[in-house]
């Protein structure tokens, strides 16, 4: 069963500093606020990040092209960490952790 990460704390307890992988894509959210990674057609994904209330906030520019500010929900089920868009009423995405 998924566990809801709703803190900063548990955030960087149990998803901040690993390897994000989905397909070819891979990222590292780092506990420092910055995102880095490469997207599934092998091009940069680069941001930041922050917490606020109950919701992974992130800005990034993915294969150049600069994405929304987006609050996300976090849940984290094993090594399988799901992000949900627009306060978890969007599309999810999930990755796995290595």
Sequence with gaps: MAEKISTKQAFLE????????????????SADGT????G????????DWSWEGDFYCRTIVFDGEPMLKDYQAVSLDGNTVTY????????SLSWTLS
Excluded: Q
């Excluded at 149990?14 to 959210?29: D, E, P, T």
């Excluded at 995102?35 to 490469?38: A, I, P, R």
């Excluded at 949900?84 to 599309?91: E, I, M, P, S, Y």
């Design 14 to 29: 149990k998803i901040a500093g690993r390897k994000h992988v989905n397909g070819s894509a891979w990222v590292i959210v």
């Design 35 to 38: 995102v880095e990674g490469v």
């Design 40 to 47: 599934p057609k092998g091009g940069p994904i680069s941001g």
């Design 84 to 91: 949900t868009r627009d306060k978890g009423t969007g599309v």
